[in-house]
């Protein structure tokens, strides 16, 4: 009874576990998260490559997946990067939230690293968003609809910028205003360091 009962136990917090994915989590591991990575050094509860499909991971399983500074490393090639926004789709359940951290593709953290094989923007990410694909398509603007090409649904309900300690400094002292400081982020490098992004996915 007593081996029965721990079998239950680790099969129920398994299952648990299992509705959270922290995606390449290297020495990143979160508690409360299944921690998958493709390199063994620091023992994933997952072996997988991100490139490899399918995931190990059931249709609508998943209701939160973290990529923290994963996605920029990943999805070189158009159809790649494309099979990874369909394999999150489809391993989330509807309303599911996809935490991404990446660094700023105009800040030396992107430029610097020759693992970073792929700028991730706000544009790009809207690309996967049916209601605005909808709108482009009526108005005949040049965007790609990859959220109707694909039948997937992103919807970025958060867009939160960290600025360089430099500019946050600035912005702190009020020595720059936000106007100045968003006209500052569109023309130079190295003013916002990272950008989070929330995703919601609808079905």
């Known amino acids: 009874q007593l081996n029965k009962n721990i079998f239950m136990f680790n099969f129920l917090y398994y299952k648990i576990i ?3 994915l922290n995606l390449g989590s290297g020495d990143k591991r979160i508690p409360g998260f299944l921690n998958v990575d493709k390199f063994n050094t620091f023992e994933p509860d997952v072996l ?16 939160e997946i973290k990529l923290i500074h994963v996605l920029e490393h990943i999805g070189q090639t158009p159809d790649i990067f494309i099979n990874i926004m369909k394999e999150l789709y489809r391993i989330c359940c ?15 953290d992107f430029l610097a690293d020759p693992t970073h094989v792929r700028p991730i923007t706000t544009l790009g990410l809207s690309l996967f968003d049916l209601d605005l694909n909808k709108k482009w398509q009526k108005i005949g ?5 990859l959220a ?4 997937v649904n992103f919807k970025i309900i958060k867009n939160e910028v960290v600025l360089d300690s430099k ?4 912005l702190e002292d009020k ?12 023309k130079y ?7 989070n992004y929330i995703l919601k996915v609808l079905k």
């Not at 603007?141 to 609809?145: D, I, L, R």
């Not at 500019?167 to 600035?170: A, G, H, N, Q, T």
């Open 48 to 63: 997988h490559d991100l490139e490899i499909f399918p995931y190990p991971f059931l249709e609508n399983e998943i209701e």
């Open 167 to 170: 500019y946050l400094k600035l």
């Open 175 to 186: 020595k720059i205003s936000k106007n100045e400081l968003n006209e500052t982020i569109e």
């Open 189 to 195: 490098n190295n003013v916002v360091k990272q950008t």
């Open 94 to 108: 509807d309303q599911a939230n996809i935490h991404i951290s990446v660094p700023h593709p105009r800040h030396d």
């Open 141 to 145: 603007a040049a965007n790609t609809p």
């Open 18 to 20: 299992m509705k959270k």
């Open 148 to 151: 109707m090409i694909h039948n």
